[in-house]
């Protein structure tokens, strides 16, 4: 008995290839955004522009510079997987063979989180007022920060779909684990988001454990990220780059952080109660 629960504690070989080729995931794409800056600040100094031009083309087009290497990172190390992998399962295999109905636990869990937040925000004596209304930006903001998280998510659903993890009983242990190593190298290439780690732990937590409930249901992690990561950037400004400068409205009082976690935390439970069930 003894020995059982002290192996609780160790990763499994596949549990520590997904941890790995996650970390190497993350290394690029630290590697890759400080390359990105460096190669366009080279050209804007070459151009002879003021360090106050560079630094305004690299604040309207960070999101941009982000993906890219986000992108990039996800590429060469699905790109690598493939090279030990003959039979590996792809994007466009996990997409075609996953389920795209979403379950009843995962709809009541977004609504949920939907209607909690916004009343809550207003509970606290919080004040929603107008922001700016550029579009373009608010488009950005929506989209950059649907695919900051969902790059990582498919990056993962990717490794765990094709490498064998031998225990259900470890998810949670992997899923605090790749947290740890999404938001160390969150920190290092953005270190000024430190307003918003909450958000950067919940939305991530959030979208493995949707992965780990139901690893052939895509549609799930879609929904929250539309409905959740999306609006929340670009509508109440809690935006990872920008800021509330670009969102359609402002929160400008300091968030419950306390009650956001409680509504989160209720939400799960909820979920994974009834995921199990059903």
Same mark, same amino acid.
Do not use: C
């Given at each position: 008995?003894?020995?059982?629960?002290?192996?609780?504690?160790?990763?499994?070989?596949?549990?520590?290839?997904?941890?790995?080729?996650?970390?190497?995931?993350?290394?690029?794409?630290?590697?890759?955004?400080?390359?990105?800056?460096?190669?366009?600040?080279?050209?804007?100094?070459?151009?002879?522009?003021?360090?106050?031009?560079?630094?305004?083309?690299?604040?309207?087009?960070?999101?941009?510079?982000?993906?890219?290497?986000?992108?990039?990172?996800? $590429? @060469?190390? /699905?790109?690598?997987?493939? #090279?030990?992998?003959? =039979?590996?399962?792809?994007?466009?295999?996990?997409? +075609? *063979?996953?389920?795209?109905?979403?379950?009843?636990?995962?709809?009541?869990?977004?609504? $949920? @989180?939907? /209607?909690?937040?916004?009343? #809550?925000?207003?509970? =606290?004596?919080?004040?929603?007022?107008?922001?700016? +209304? *550029?579009?373009?930006?608010?488009?950005?903001?929506?989209?950059?920060?649907?695919?900051?998280?969902?790059?990582?998510?498919?990056?993962?659903?990717?490794?765990?779909?094709?490498?064998?993890?031998?225990?259900?009983? +470890?998810?949670?242990?992997?899923?605090?684990?790749?947290?740890?190593?999404?938001?160390?190298?969150?920190?290092?290439?953005?270190?000024?988001?430190?307003?918003?780690?909450?958000?950067?732990?919940?939305?991530?937590?959030?979208?493995?454990?949707?992965?780990?409930?139901?690893?052939?249901?895509?549609?799930?992690?879609?929904?929250?990220?539309?409905?959740?990561?999306?609006?929340?950037?670009?509508?109440?400004?809690?935006?990872?780059?920008?800021?509330?400068?670009?969102?359609?409205?402002?929160?400008?009082?300091?968030?419950?952080?306390?009650?956001?976690?409680?509504?989160?935390?209720?939400?799960?439970?909820?979920?994974?109660?009834?995921?199990?069930?059903?």
């Amino acid at each position: 008995m003894s020995e059982l629960k002290k192996s609780d504690f160790h990763f499994s070989l596949g549990t520590r290839k997904v941890l790995l080729y996650y970390f190497g995931y993350s290394v690029l794409f630290l590697i890759f955004h400080l390359a990105t800056i460096s190669f366009v600040s080279f050209f804007h100094f070459l151009l002879d522009h003021d360090m106050s031009v560079i630094e305004n083309w690299l604040y309207r087009n960070a999101w941009e510079m982000i993906l890219i290497s986000k992108a990039l990172a996800g $590429f @060469i190390i /699905v790109k690598s997987l493939q #090279l030990n992998n003959y =039979f590996v399962k792809n994007l466009f295999f996990i997409l +075609k *063979s996953d389920t795209w109905k979403p379950t009843r636990s995962a709809i009541v869990f977004i609504l $949920f @989180i939907a /209607v909690l937040f916004y009343a #809550l925000i207003h509970q =606290f004596g919080g004040e929603i007022v107008g922001g700016n +209304k *550029s579009i373009d930006f608010v488009y950005i903001s929506f989209l950059g920060s649907i695919l900051f998280y969902f790059i990582d998510f498919i990056v993962i659903n990717i490794l765990v779909r094709n490498l064998l993890l031998s225990s259900k009983r +470890k998810y949670f242990l992997l899923t605090l684990a790749l947290t740890f190593i999404f938001m160390l190298f969150t920190k290092a290439t953005l270190p000024y988001i430190s307003k918003f780690y909450i958000f950067l732990i919940l939305h991530f937590f959030t979208l493995l454990i949707l992965l780990f409930t139901n690893k052939m249901n895509i549609i799930n992690p879609i929904l929250y990220s539309i409905f959740i990561i999306g609006p929340l950037s670009a509508l109440y400004g809690l935006d990872l780059v920008w800021d509330n400068a670009h969102a359609l409205y402002s929160y400008k009082e300091s968030l419950p952080i306390a009650g956001i976690i409680g509504v989160w935390f209720i939400g799960l439970i909820y979920y994974y109660k009834f995921n199990k069930r059903s």
